[in-house]
Structure formats: structure tokens, C-alpha cells
């Protein structure tokens, strides 16, 4: 084999070398390539999850914050609308007080009240002897219809009259105004067994307030209503 053969072959070798060199090189780039966009499909993919967790996460706070704006307008509006009933119940009952007043200020029809009240405490006491109190204002027209309501319970009850001891402390008086703030009466009687252990309120306020309690159901019922209307 003379010298340009043997140079032919080794040039052939060299191509075949830089052949396989290159093939292998581009194997090892394609494995690379893939391996880099499977690895950047992934890191895409983690990140794509946390921004759907983090969007989810900040969209459940938006719904709760939602939710609890929602539940304080709602028991505002409720406390709007106890708050209203409230200012009409207690208006409502100041005027049925001042409506006592003019009662108290009627003397025959006031008188007649009285007789009846003491009456009335007379039967619920059933005693044979009791203390009355009332307003100092009132003490002259209770004892002049004393006897009257002493007579008329022994009829009803079929029993001897009982002793009545008008009482030297009284009840508060009347308001010195609409406004005031002061203990105050509005007229009736209190009358008690002489130990003390058994107490009939009497007196209009008193009356009023049971009155009041009875009936609140019925006035809230319609005054949701109108206050809502």
C-alpha cells in the first residue's frame, strides 16, 4: 500500500470519527434540549399552581370579607329597626303617662278611681286590718271616699269592714313637668297588711306598667309594620 492509500484511509477515518463526533453531539444537544424544556414545563407548571392556589386563597378572603360587610350591615339594619321600635314603644308610653296625668287632674272622675282602686286592693289583700299610702295631694279625697270603699268590700266579700290606717309617709308626687326626671306618681294607692309582708301596688303608673308588659308583644307585632313600611 503506497503512501496515498494509506493517507486516503487515515482522511476517511478522520471522517468518520468527526462523523460519529457530530452525531453524538447533536444527540447529546437534542437530549439536553428536551431535558431542559420537560424541566421548564414542570417549573412552569409548579409555578402555574401556586398562582391558581394564591388566586383562590385571595378570592376566598374577598368572599368572606364579603360575607362579613354583609353580616354587619345586616344587624345594623336590624339594630335601626329595634332602635326605631324602641323610640316608638317608649313614646307610646309617655304619652298613655301624660294621659294619667289628665286623668289624675279630673276630680269627680278621679275620685271614683280612687274608691275603686282601694276596692280592688281591699279584695286582693283580704285583711282585717291594712296601711294605706298615697300621694299627700291625694289624702283628702282618699279619706273622703274611705268609708264608701271600706262598706262596699264588706258587701262584696260578705265580711265586717276592715280598719284602713292611712299611712303619714307617702308616695311620691305628681311631676313638676313633662321632662322631669324626679320620682313621681301619677295618682292611685298602695295598701299593705300591717306587717308588711303582703303589698298591693295600686297607683296608675304601676297599673300602667302591667298594662305595658301585657300588651308589648301586640305593639311590637304592629309596629314592625310601620316601621317597616
Request: hydrophobic share 35%; charged share 35%; proline share 3%.
Amino acid at each position: 500500500m503506497n503512501d496515498g492509500d494509506v493517507s486516503r484511509q487515515i482522511q476517511q477515518m478522520v471522517r468518520f470519527i468527526r462523523q460519529e463526533a457530530e452525531e453524538k453531539a447533536n444527540e447529546i444537544s437534542v437530549s439536553a434540549e428536551e431535558e431542559f424544556n420537560i424541566e421548564k414545563l414542570q417549573i412552569v407548571e409548579v409555578e402555574r399552581r401556586k398562582i391558581k392556589q394564591e388566586y383562590e386563597r385571595k378570592a376566598k378572603q374577598v368572599e368572606v370579607r364579603k360575607k362579613i360587610q354583609y353580616s354587619m350591615q345586616l344587624n345594623a339594619s336590624r339594630l335601626k329597626v329595634l332602635q326605631a321600635q324602641d323610640d316608638l314603644v317608649n313614646s307610646i308610653k309617655e304619652s298613655a303617662r301624660k294621659e294619667l296625668l289628665r286623668l289624675s287632674n279630673d276630680k269627680r272622675g278621679y275620685k271614683k278611681l280612687l274608691k275603686a282602686l282601694i276596692v280592688q286592693s281591699l279584695v286582693r289583700l283580704r285583711e282585717v286590718a291594712v296601711l294605706l299610702r298615697c300621694r299627700e295631694v291625694d289624702r283628702k279625697v282618699v279619706e273622703s271616699v274611705l268609708e264608701e270603699a271600706k262598706r262596699e268590700y264588706a258587701e262584696k266579700l260578705k265580711v265586717q269592714p276592715p280598719k284602713i290606717t292611712i299611712d303619714n309617709v307617702y308616695l311620691p308626687p305628681p311631676p313638676s313637668n313633662a321632662d322631669s326626671h324626679d320620682p313621681y306618681c301619677s295618682g292611685g294607692v298602695v295598701l299593705a297588711s300591717e306587717d308588711g309582708k303582703i303589698v298591693c301596688e295600686n297607683t296608675l303608673d304601676a297599673r300602667l306598667d302591667v298594662a305595658f308588659r301585657q300588651k308589648l308583644p301586640e305593639i311590637r307585632r304592629r309596629l314592625v309594620g310601620q316601621v317597616g313600611a
